[in-house]
């Protein structure tokens, strides 16, 4: 059932997106006894980033577990925890430590199913906190989320509402395949409408956030929420800017992408992941290799992060990524680029 | 052993390890440990054919090992087992025609042609797979016993690893989180002394790697991984007391395998004569001596189960042969569940 019927019945409430972040593990392990949440520091801290909260008191040390500090480890235990009947859901205290986990995920997690010949499937979630922004430098910031989407076998969200925050969760829970789910940590605390009930976002579909002609700013995460602010300033110059919400880079709606440059002639790419090899590379090139391609007037732009670690002085870590004034000018004059 | 000769009734006493095992049970642990030895031998035999595309890895000499240690399982147990692991799926029942219908790339095997020698899987007969990364199975084994205690099912699972893979980060985090939470996890290293060529002496800074067992407060046992019976008496103990809740034991079985690490290995690290030395300490034949020197089997029985198991061997080859190849359109289509 589309989301959109669900929020007309429901109140009119608002979450942080931590807060529907936990109100989905709640309501996911009050639904299933098979879910459990396990991670470092998940119990009675409530999380780096407090997502898990009062989780521990509600459900028990059996079923939201502080684990050692061994991602590796905990990476196989979501596996083998998976493969046998439960629906482990893991928290990577920082996404940075995914790289300890790399082996299980990529390896064992994405292949299992394929090499089995289809005869066991892993159903498991992880959760990373991810992103810059914090000043905690170049082990603790960074965007890794295209690494996933690299490998068939995964799938791998970023949700930029509380909205979807606890929606796509719950469709992950549900979901018989490893999902990742990369969760900025600049998006904590923002706030929006969450129905109170469960529901379910809808893995693999992008969102039209905002409607537009002029250009179309395709992001994910926390850039689609810089690509809204900066498509309201644009409306200020005039120029219509459609705002596509990637929510999934794998799967990846390309759809939605090549009917809106169909409509806007115009494309740009906005990630926060390292610009080289990274999203707005896939994503330029699907456009180039189909017929959208003959719409454009204008060159895709990309709009990625630098080609550097995240640095710790809070001036080089904005200049390291994409911030919505870049958003703007880029859109402007890829707008005046098509027009000349 | 005497010089005397001695008669029927004087013979002495069989060690508790063997006259704990009956002679249905010991029956099946030879016919096993033959299926097994045939098995790779039938494999290797298929690769010089060109019947074979990959690569493989020999378990011949380590047949005690996997029989050994899974003997004292119930059906509903779970293994994991690694690179090197025919002969834990046989260990637990697989067919072999679909093992080797797996080994040729065939639609009818275990993984559909899809995992080949290093990923067969048997998920619903508790197999939950061999492994192609050192030390793979290891974390897996930990939520494997989270499940198992989640859903108190009273299920063991044991799981398999080398001599190298316990200098992974992996055998570290595995062991310590499998004991601090008590799981029913049976872990077994089958050091075979080499990690490809690697000497584990040169590769460890510890005698045994059943010594590592103190540093996650859990038992270790270092045992002749070349004695069926002693192995399973052991195994016996660290899957019950898996199964009572007291936690998982690390077993060190000392075995050696025959063949090279994989087709590519020209022995340039080992010498004839240790090959040699192993081949004398063949745990088949080591079984069968037991048992004629008991009177347990006679010469005629024991030769009966081999011939059995090879021809067993030959049909599950042959079956192989047969069957259909997958068909390239469905690539794709167990890469994501549905």
Known sequence: MPSDTLEAVSEIRELSYAEAVREALAQAM?????????????????????????????????????????????????????????????????????????????NQAAKIRFMFGGKASVPMVVRLPGGSGTGAAAQHSQSLEAWFAHVPGLKALQPSTPHDAKGMLLAAIDDPNPVLIFEHK????TKGHVPAEAYRVPI??????????????????IMARKAEAAAERLAGDGISAEVIDLRSIRPIDFTTIAESVRKTHRLLVVYEGVKTMGIGAEISAMIAESEAFDFLDAPIIRLGGADSPIPYNPVLEKAAVPQEDDIVT?????????EA | MSAEPMSADQKPNQRPELAALDDATVAQALTRMHLIRKFEEAAEASYMRGLIHGTMHLSIGQEASAVGTTLPLEAHDYILSTHRGHGHCIARGAEPKLMFAEFFGKETGYCKGRGGSMHIADVEGGNLGANGIVGGGLPIAVGVGMSIKAQKNGRVCMVFFGDGASNEGAFHEALNMASIWKLPVVFVC????????????????????????????????????????????????????????????????????????????????????????????????????????HDRFDAATLMKLEEDAQRDIDAAVEFARACPDPDPKDLTRDVYAL
Request: proline fraction near 2%.
């Open chain 1, 204 to 221: 693999g579909k992008a969102a039209i956030r905002r409607e537009g002609t002029d250009v179309t700013i395709v992001g994910s995460s």
């Open chain 1, 30 to 106: 009050e639904a299933d006894e098979r879910v459990f949440l396990f991670g470092e520091d998940v119990g009675v801290y409530g999380g780096a980033f407090g997502v898990s909260g009062d989780l521990v008191h509600r459900f028990g040390k059996d079923r939201v577990i502080d684990t050692p500090i061994s991602e590796l480890g905990i990476a196989g235990a979501a596996v083998g925890a998976a493969i046998t009947g439960m629906r482990p859901v893991l928290e990577i205290q920082f996404s940075d430590f995914v790289t300890l986990a790399m082996e299980q995920l990529v």
């Open chain 2, 190 to 293: 089958e050091n075979n002394k080499y990690g490809m060529s690697m000497d584990i002496g040169r590769a460890m800074a510890v005698a045994n790697v059943a010594d590592r067992a103190a540093a996650y407060g859990m038992p270790g046992h270092c045992l002749d991984g070349n004695d069926l019976a002693g192995v399973a008496a052991v195994a016996k103990l660290a899957i019950a007391r898996a199964r009572s809740g007291e936690g998982p034991s690390l077993i060190e079985c000392k075995t050696y395998r025959w063949r090279g690490h994989s087709k590519s290995d020209r022995n340039l690290y080992r010498s004839k004569e240790e090959i040699e030395e192993w081949r004398n300490q063949d745990p088949i034949r080591r079984l069968e001596d037991e048992l004629k020197a």
């Open chain 1, 330 to 338: 880029a859109a402007a004059n890829l707008v005046r680029r098509g």
């Open chain 1, 186 to 189: 600049l998006l904590y605390k």
